[in-house]
């Protein structure tokens, strides 16, 4: 089976679990420049450039994926967040963006493989592709509203360079994640599509929303439904939202895309709301209970951490939801469904 089918297979037993946060467990490390440097000749401080690590430090990595995968996650995410051209510009590594995907995806196409090979069960790399700090959809120029930073087109090529990368390596799905603005989605959407076209081979997209407020919405102005109606056309294997807050705030949020959404939902929210330090004070079996609580619910299909979250995380979660049954997805009557804002149905 191909892994689109393989993972819609698993998720129709029982609720998966994806990973957590890579940040959290990399400052853990407390490594020094030096470490994120290696060997390599760049001009420029590279402390804090979690995803070259693949390429200085390839065994933090990999025992951080190893210990996600050890405290139960069925899909382990590339640690490649920024590992894009316009992010890895500010720490004057643009060039080495295709060879990081590759090592990163490599690192966890292995663990995932291991681990497989133990006792039997599937595990999944998703190679990740992070929002960049551009917006398609908005200027940053106040006195500009007709201004952007990037294009549609420029934006579509950074993308399309990790995702070759991250396929090349072994990931199974690409990951577009933290979306807060839809048009950049979109250009990441068309990106995969093209790469998985050049391969003649189907390259399952998971994308994931995340809200930049309480009343729901990213930060190009859509609710939910409406990026949902925004994206469905590419028909990705799982729909969810991650990061932006705790589960407790992510709540209602989750709920309106579970009764909408036919397709896997996965979503995987920061370990509470950070404290005044910006750190994430949350419990596991607190975030594990909230969790618990979506999928008593049948809300969720594949759950998991974002900020702050850790491999205690994701285990407390996996006890939580061992034996309850996983989402049923619904069948929407056929309708002319439309996203502006907000989303348009037309009736029959």
Not at 38 to 45: E, Q
Not at 268 to 291: F, Q, R, S, V
């Amino acid at each position: 089976m191909s892994a689109r089918e393989t993972l819609k297979a698993e998720a129709a037993k029982r609720i998966l679990l994806t990973d957590g946060a890579f940040g959290t467990e990399i400052q853990n490390r407390r490594l020094t420049e030096a470490d994120y440097r290696g060997a390599l000749d760049l001009a420029r401080d590279q402390k804090g450039n979690n995803d070259i690590l693949a390429l200085t430090r390839p065994d933090v990595v990999d025992s951080i994926t190893r210990a996600y995968l050890a405290a139960g996650s069925d899909i382990v995410s590339t640690n490649t967040f920024s590992a894009n051209a316009i992010s890895q510009a500010d720490y004057g590594a643009e060039a080495l963006v295709a060879e990081i995907n590759r090592a990163s995806a490599r690192i966890a196409r292995k663990a995932a493989d291991d681990f497989a090979a133990k006792d039997g069960r599937p595990r999944f790399v998703a190679g990740a592709i992070g929002p960049t700090n551009k917006t398609l959809s908005l200027s940053p120029d106040v006195n500009d509203p007709g201004y952007r930073e990037i294009d549609f087109d420029g934006l579509k090529a950074v993308y399309r360079e990790q995702a070759d990368a991250l396929i090349e390596g072994g990931a199974d799905f690409i990951l577009i994640e933290t979306i807060f603005d839809t048009l950049n989605a979109k250009a990441g959407i068309m990106a995969v599509k093209e790469a998985a076209a050049a391969l003649d081979r189907d390259i399952p997209l998971m994308i994931s929303m995340t809200l930049t407020d309480l009343s729901g919405r990213n930060l190009s102005g859509h609710t939910v439904e409406a990026f949902w109606h925004a994206v469905r056309h590419a028909a990705p294997v799982t729909i969810g939202l991650n990061c932006s807050f705790g589960a407790k705030q992510l709540r209602p949020h989750v709920q309106a895309l579970a009764a909408i959404a036919d397709t896997l939902i996965m979503t995987y929210p920061n370990a509470g709301l950070p404290n005044e330090l910006g750190e994430y004070d949350e419990l596991p079996a607190e975030t594990a209970a909230l969790l618990e609580e979506w999928a008593k619910a049948g809300w969720v299909n594949i759950i998991g951490g974002c900020c702050g979250s850790t491999p205690a995380h994701i285990a407390a979660m996996a006890k939580a939801v061992a034996g309850l049954a996983p989402r049923q997805l619904p069948s929407p009557p056929v309708r002319t469904r439309l996203a502006g804002l907000e989303p348009m149905i037309l009736a029959a």
